[in-house]
């Protein structure tokens, strides 16, 4: 497994590293992404490390999935966008700048064209209120 001492994604785990938190199970976190590609961009990451799809063990890939899909439905349910980008990065050239296997969840508005990471950090407070929004999705 490569060396994650310095891992930004496990200081967030361990409640080192501040985060807007969404989710949490025993081995799954969510979290809303600092620098949003659009409102409610949301990440899904397994606890344990793994820098990306090759290194992430079955079961927790497996878990992961289920959460992306138990958080993109809340995504949806919250603030109801024209569709759901799933996106996930392996490598530098392919875009990946936190080495820690984390799948994106991006809302999209019909005709919007969006890159893959946010211009600029959001306001905490703003990222605060949409965690707060999707939480209450879970509401029945
Ligand atoms: P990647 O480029 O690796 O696919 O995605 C990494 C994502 O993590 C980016 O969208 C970036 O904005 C987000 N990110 C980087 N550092 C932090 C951080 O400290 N906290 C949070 N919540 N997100 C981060
Ligand atoms: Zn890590």
């Given at each position: 497994m490569s060396d994650h001492s310095n891992c930004i994604f496990c200081g967030i785990v361990r409640g080192d590293i501040p985060a807007v938190r969404v989710y949490e199970d025993e081995h799954t976190a969510a979290?809303?992404?600092v620098q949003p590609a659009s409102p409610g961009h949301?990440?899904?990451i397994p606890k344990a490390h793994a820098a990306?799809?090759?290194e992430i063990s079955a079961a927790d890939?497996?878990?992961t999935t289920l959460t992306t899909q138990r958080m993109a439905r809340?995504?949806?349910k919250a603030l109801a966008p024209d569709g759901i980008r799933i996106m996930?990065?392996?490598g530098a050239a392919a875009g990946q700048t936190v080495f820690h296997y984390h799948v994106h969840i991006i809302p999209m508005q019909d005709g919007q064209r969006l890159g893959a990471h946010g211009r600029e950090r959001a306001d905490p407070e703003v990222l605060k209120a949409l965690a707060a929004k999707i939480q209450n999705a879970l509401r029945p």
């Open positions: 979290f809303m992404d949301t990440l899904v990306n799809l090759f890939l497996v878990a809340l995504v949806q996930q990065t392996n």
